[in-house]
Structure formats: C-alpha cells, structure tokens
C-alpha cells in the first residue's frame, strides 16, 4: 500500500489533490456528481468583500492547448459565502476547504481574509495577488516585490490560520516575489495563476474576450509551471501548491518533483467534471510504477545531484 | 449532468453546413426538452455546447451548424466515431404552464430543438402552433419532423423564397396563443420577451461556455434577480427575466 498523504502547514491531507479556484465553484456541482471527500482539500472561487458581477462577455476563449478566461472574479461576496455556502460543503465535504481570498485593496484583503479566519471549516487563506482581470486590482500587488509583500503582511498580522500567498506568472522574476512573501511570513505559496493571452477573431477583427485578454490555463501551462514551482522551491523554504496545466496522476508526481507539497487541479475539472476525482485514484498506481511508496519523500526530488 | 461515451451511428446533411447527428448511448441523463449537451471534440480543449433534439431508445440527436474548428470537424464525423458526451445539462422548459396553445417558435438552428418539446407538448395535450425561420428555403430545417407530428409550421424566411417573407415574430401579432417557447438568435429572443402578449415566456439562450455545468461562471448574464449562469441556471429564461 503507497502513501499517499501530505502535509500542508500543519494539516494532513490525505493526497495532495486540490481543485484550483474558479474552476470548482463552490463544490456544490461536483458534489452532485462524486463524493468529494476524496479529495485532500478544494478551493473556493476567489471571493471579495462584495459582490461582484465580473467582466462583460465572453469571458471565454478557447487556446490550442488550453482556456482563456476573463471573468473577473465573479462572487457573491464574502457574507454571502459564509452564510450560504460554507453550510452547504459542510453537507457533502467534511475536510477543510481552501479560501481564496482578493482584495482591491490591502484594507479589501485584510477584511475579507479575518472574516474566512474565523470559519472552522477553512484550512488555509489562499491570498490570491495575481488575477491578471481586473485592472488597477490584483495585478498591481502580485506584480511587484513590494506590492506582494504588502498584502502578506497585512493579512499575515491579521489572521491565526496558514496564509498561502498565490503568485502570478506575468512578472519577470517570480523569485523575487517569493522571497518578498516569505520574508513577510507567508506560510506558503501558490503558484502559478493564469497567463496574460489574448485571441482576437478575424471574422470580426476584434479580440475575442469582452475585456480584451484574459488568463491562459490549462496543459498549454504545464511545462511553464513546472519550471517556476522548480524556481521558487529552489528559492524559498515554505511549502508551494503546485498548479497549471495538471490533468493526470504523472502530472501530479512531477509537479511534486519540482517542489510542489501539493498540486492544484484547474482547468482540467471544466472539461471533464470527474478530472480531479481520476486523478487521486490514478495516483496509487502511478506511484507503484515509479516505485514511490510515500508521496512526500518526492517533494522537490528532482533538485538532489 | 451525466457523463457517458456516445458513437456516432448516422451523420446527415439537412441544409448547406448544418448536419444531424444520431448518436448512441446512455440517454437517461436526459430529463426535459430544452437541455443542451456538452460535446468533447476530439483536437478541441472545451467541450462545445448543443441542443438535444431527440433523445429516446438510446439515441441522442443533435443538430449542428459548421461555424467553426470545432463544429467543422464535428460535422465530418462518421459512422463509428465515438464521443465523450455530458447530458442533461440545463434547467430545459418548464412545460407546466403551457396553456391550451402554446406558440414555439425558432430560428435557424434554434428550430430543431423544438420538435422534442412539440412532441411533450402535444402528448400533454396541447395544441402547440409553430413558427420557424431561416435566411432562405435551402436554410430551412426540420419542417416534415414537424409535420410529422401532425402540425404544419408556419414559415418564415428572409429572402421570402418559401413561406413568408419576414421574421417569425410577426407570429407574435396573430394572438390567441397561451404561453411562447422559443430557441434563437438573441435578438429574435429579446424582440419575443418585448413583444410577446401573454404571461409565460420560455426562451433559450446561448453563451460563451467553460464548462457548461455550472462551476467556471463564464456563462454569466444580468438578469432582474441578479447574475444567472446560463448553462446552470438556464439556458432557458423566463418573460422579463433577462437584462438584454
Ligand atoms: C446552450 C447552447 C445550445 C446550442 N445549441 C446549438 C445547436 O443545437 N446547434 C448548433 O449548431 N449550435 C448550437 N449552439 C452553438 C454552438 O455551441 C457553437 O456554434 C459552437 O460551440 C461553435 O464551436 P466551433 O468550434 O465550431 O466555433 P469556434 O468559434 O471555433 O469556437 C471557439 C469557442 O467559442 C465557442 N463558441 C463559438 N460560437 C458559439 C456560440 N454561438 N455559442 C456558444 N459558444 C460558442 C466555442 O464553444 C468554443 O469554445 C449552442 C450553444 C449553446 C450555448
Ligand atoms: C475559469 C477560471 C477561473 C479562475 N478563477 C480564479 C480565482 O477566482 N482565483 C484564483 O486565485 N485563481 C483563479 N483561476 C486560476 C486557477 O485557480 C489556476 O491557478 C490556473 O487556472 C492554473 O491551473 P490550470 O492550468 O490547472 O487551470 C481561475 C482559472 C480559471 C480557468
Ligand atoms: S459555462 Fe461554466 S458556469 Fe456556465
């Protein structure tokens, strides 16, 4: 029997698997479909402290080899999230969810991240200083050393659970702001967040995207990932959630190689709803065939010799 | 929502660029007329969303118009090929509020997914009036399946090369119907919402989609109660409901 379990700041999990924000709404429409309690955790769509309607459509575009999407943090706000859908994953999840967490501001951050702390049912505060979206918003802090380190030490003095800082890959040197982070207190690191892309059609002449560009996901990103987590780990001593372009067990192990403790699952639960629940089973024999036999031992494996 | 793998066992051109499709497979995922289906192409990294116009004995029948990469390579599918399919998507019609004479009406592509409601219709004993419209008579789609349920569509064409010259909702104007159902263009559904003259207003509608069951938010519109995932919490919408 493999082991599959992590640990991530303190919490064991029993695998790493953990579907990406934005790509899992609240969990409510794969509950429907799997029991979700295979899983080692899920994220929530990014949430604000109030609602927002998101970008004007389409927020959709599709790439040779991945989505465009340019939603723009669609959310019901943070109370509403709270009041609503925390007690409906309490009906079907008994783990403890990630809380992804935006702000518009360092003061947006802070509120909204306090009212997640003092929520049982949330394991982690997934700060995400990187949706490429909204303009003058995320992108701003995740952009800069000192916009990054910003956000975390504000949230990092406000708050008593792990604080996972979610980098965005549109900056020239994602170590820098890693370190940034680090040195703030961030617990860990996410990465990578979307890549700035754009289609434009040429039946219309216009970008496709009714807001001109939006984030790149999916298998496009994969081998972009695994050379950032490789960097970042490399750079800093924290744990990283590992994600872009994740769609199989194989996928999962060398993401953990680079340096990942554990691996985010995006686009790939959007084109196939059972994705995220394929991959955990699949895991145990992709293990079996590298002969992994505890999962953590490969964390960061490819850095020895 | 049910994901299941479905084989191609008849592909048919019935207008210039438009093909049906006959697939076979697990169609209990099926609940209503006016679902859609998500259909993963092989060489496309989304799924592409279609109407149901059939779902019965196992066979799922999709009508689909070649205006892209995905639909281009759907459309030359053979016999054999097989699909990964997630059905019963969508909330579908509501039927319950029919009336006595429902009016459907359709456009374009948006006519074929009429004929499984005409059908529930009629078996709840409706008596359900149609209208179609197409650019010309060689656009024109469906109308024996219509007629072979024993109702004569009025059509409506563009060009004026068959039925009447014009838009199907000059229907509108003749009254006397109970509630209209309709799958279209958007602008043909917002000009139904304005026009319409009776309480109970069914309409489908289409947008941009992620995942088509509800998780990525892609979908969104504004409606009066907010902002509604059209492949969730649609895609049909009720009289008044949408912010066009
Ligand atoms: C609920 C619903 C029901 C539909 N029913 C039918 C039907 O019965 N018959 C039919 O022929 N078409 C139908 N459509 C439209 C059909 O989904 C698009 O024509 C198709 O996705 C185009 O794919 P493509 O690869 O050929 O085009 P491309 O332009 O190459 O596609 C690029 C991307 O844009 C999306 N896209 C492009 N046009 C549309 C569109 N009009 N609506 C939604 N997404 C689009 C594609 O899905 C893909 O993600 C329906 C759409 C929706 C939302
Ligand atoms: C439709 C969509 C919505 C997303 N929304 C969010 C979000 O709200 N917050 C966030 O931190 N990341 C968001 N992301 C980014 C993902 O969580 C993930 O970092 C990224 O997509 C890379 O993983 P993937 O390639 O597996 O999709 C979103 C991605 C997609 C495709
Ligand atoms: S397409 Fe993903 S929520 Fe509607």
Same mark, same amino acid.
């Given at each position: 029997?493999?082991?599959?379990?992590?640990?991530?700041?303190?919490?064991?999990?029993?695998?790493?698997?953990?579907?990406?924000?934005?790509?899992?709404?609240?969990?409510?429409?794969?509950?429907?479909?799997?029991?979700?309690?295979?899983?080692?955790?899920?994220?929530?769509?990014?949430?604000?402290?109030?609602?927002?309607?998101?970008?004007?459509?389409?927020?959709?575009?599709?790439?040779?080899?991945?989505?465009?999407?340019?939603?723009?943090?669609?959310?019901?706000?943070?109370?509403?999230?709270?009041?609503?859908?925390?007690?409906?994953?309490?009906?079907?999840?008994?783990?403890?969810?990630?809380?992804?967490?935006?702000?518009?501001?360092?003061?947006?951050?802070?509120?909204?991240?306090?009212?997640?702390?003092?929520?049982?049912?949330?394991?982690?505060?997934?700060?995400?200083?990187?949706?490429?979206?909204?303009?003058?918003?995320?992108?701003?802090?995740?952009?800069?050393?000192?916009?990054?380190?910003?956000?975390?030490?504000?949230?990092?003095?406000?708050?008593?659970?792990?604080?996972?800082?979610?980098?965005?890959?549109?900056?020239?040197?994602?170590?820098?702001?890693?370190?940034?982070?680090?040195?703030?207190?961030?617990?860990?690191?996410?990465?990578?967040?979307?890549?700035?892309?754009?289609?434009?059609?040429?039946?219309?002449?216009?970008?496709?995207?009714?807001?001109?560009?939006?984030?790149?996901?999916?298998?496009?990103?994969?081998?972009?990932?695994?050379?950032?987590?490789?960097?970042?780990?490399?750079?800093?001593?924290?744990?990283?959630?590992?994600?872009?372009?994740?769609?199989?067990?194989?996928?999962?192990?060398?993401?953990?190689?680079?340096?990942?403790?554990?691996?985010?699952?995006?686009?790939?639960?959007?084109?196939?709803?059972?994705?995220?629940?394929?991959?955990?089973?699949?895991?145990?024999?992709?293990?079996?065939?590298?002969?992994?036999?505890?999962?953590?031992?490969?964390?960061?494996?490819?850095?020895?010799? | 929502?049910?994901?299941?793998?479905?084989?191609?066992?008849?592909?048919?051109? =019935?207008? *210039?660029?438009?093909?049906? %499709?006959?697939?076979? !497979?697990?169609?209990? &995922? +099926?609940?209503?007329?006016?679902?859609? #289906?998500?259909?993963?192409?092989?060489?496309?990294?989304?799924?592409?969303?279609?109407?149901?116009?059939?779902?019965?004995?196992?066979?799922?029948?999709?009508?689909?118009?070649?205006?892209?990469?995905?639909?281009?390579?759907?459309?030359?599918?053979?016999?054999?090929?097989?699909?990964?399919?997630?059905?019963?998507?969508?909330?579908?019609?509501?039927?319950?509020?029919?009336?006595?004479?429902?009016?459907?009406?359709?456009?374009?592509?948006?006519?074929?997914? =009429?004929? *499984?409601?005409?059908?529930? %219709?009629?078996?709840? !004993?409706?008596?359900? &009036? +149609?209208?179609?419209?197409?650019?010309? #008579?060689?656009?024109?789609?469906?109308?024996?399946?219509?007629?072979?349920?024993?109702?004569?569509?009025?059509?409506?064409?563009?060009?004026?090369?068959?039925?009447?010259?014009?838009?199907?909702?000059?229907?509108?104007?003749?009254?006397?119907?109970?509630?209209?159902?309709?799958?279209?263009?958007?602008?043909?559904?917002?000009?139904?919402?304005?026009?319409?003259?009776?309480?109970?207003?069914?309409?489908?509608?289409?947008?941009?989609?992620?995942?088509?069951?509800?998780?990525?938010?892609?979908?969104?519109?504004?409606?009066?109660?907010?902002?509604?995932? +059209?492949?969730?919490?649609?895609?049909?919408?009720?009289?008044?409901?949408?912010?066009?």
């Amino acid at each position: 029997m493999v082991n599959t379990s992590v640990k991530l700041c303190g919490e064991e999990l029993k695998n790493p698997i953990i579907p990406a924000s934005g790509t899992f709404g609240y969990g409510r429409e794969f509950a429907g479909i799997y029991d979700l309690n295979c899983l080692g955790s899920f994220t929530l769509k990014g949430t604000t402290e109030r609602p927002r309607f998101g970008n004007p459509r389409p927020r959709i575009a599709e790439g040779p080899s991945g989505i465009l999407n340019s939603v723009g943090l669609q959310n019901p706000g943070v109370d509403t999230v709270i009041e609503r859908e925390l007690p409906a994953i309490a009906g079907f999840f008994s783990g403890k969810v990630v809380a992804n967490i935006c702000g518009f501001s360092l003061g947006e951050y802070v509120r909204v991240a306090e009212k997640f702390d003092s929520c049982p049912q949330v394991g982690w505060l997934e700060v995400n200083i990187s949706c490429p979206n909204v303009h003058g918003g995320g992108m701003g802090f995740g952009t800069t050393a000192r916009g990054a380190a910003e956000v975390t030490r504000a949230v990092r003095r406000a708050v008593k659970k792990p604080v996972i800082v979610k980098l965005t890959p549109n900056v020239t040197d994602i170590c820098e702001i890693a370190r940034a982070c680090e040195a703030e207190g961030a617990d860990g690191l996410s990465l990578i967040n979307t890549v700035l892309a754009m289609r434009i059609d040429p039946a219309t002449r216009r970008p496709v995207l009714g807001s001109m560009t939006g984030g790149l996901s999916g298998p496009a990103v994969f081998p972009l990932a695994v050379r950032m987590v490789w960097q970042v780990y490399e750079t800093v001593g924290i744990p990283i959630i590992g994600m872009g372009g994740v769609r199989s067990a194989a996928d999962v192990i060398e993401l953990m190689l680079a340096g990942a403790t554990a691996v985010g699952v995006g686009a790939a639960n959007l084109v196939d709803p059972f994705a995220s629940r394929d991959i955990v089973s699949a895991l145990p024999e992709e293990m079996d065939k590298f002969g992994i036999e505890n999962l953590v031992d490969i964390i960061g494996g490819a850095h020895n010799g | 929502m049910k994901q299941g793998i479905f084989t191609v066992i008849k592909n048919e051109q =019935l207008a *210039p660029g438009v093909h049906r %499709l006959r697939l076979e !497979g697990d169609t209990s &995922g +099926v609940t209503s007329p006016g679902q859609f #289906a998500d259909v993963l192409i092989p060489g496309c990294f989304l799924r592409r969303p279609f109407s149901v116009c059939g779902a019965e004995g196992g066979v799922l029948t999709l009508c689909v118009r070649n205006t892209g990469r995905g639909t281009a390579l759907l459309t030359a599918s053979s016999p054999g090929a097989r699909l990964d399919i997630l059905t019963g998507l969508g909330n579908g019609f509501d039927l319950s509020a029919a009336g006595e004479r429902p009016l459907l009406m359709g456009g374009g592509t948006g006519s074929p997914p =009429l004929y *499984p409601l005409c059908a529930s %219709l009629l078996r709840l !004993g409706a008596r359900p &009036g +149609v209208a179609l419209g197409y650019p010309s #008579a060689e656009a024109a789609l469906y109308l024996d399946e219509f007629r072979s349920l024993g109702i004569e569509p009025e059509v409506y064409t563009l060009d004026g090369s068959l039925g009447m010259t014009g838009l199907p909702t000059q229907a509108l104007r003749a009254g006397g119907y109970t509630s209209v159902y309709a799958c279209g263009p958007l602008p043909m559904l917002a000009a139904i919402d304005r026009e319409a003259d009776c309480p109970v207003v069914q309409l489908s509608l289409e947008a941009r989609m992620g995942c088509g069951f509800g998780a990525c938010m892609g979908c969104t519109i504004e409606t009066k109660d907010g902002p509604r995932r +059209v492949c969730k919490d649609g895609p049909v919408f009720g009289k008044g409901e949408v912010i066009w």
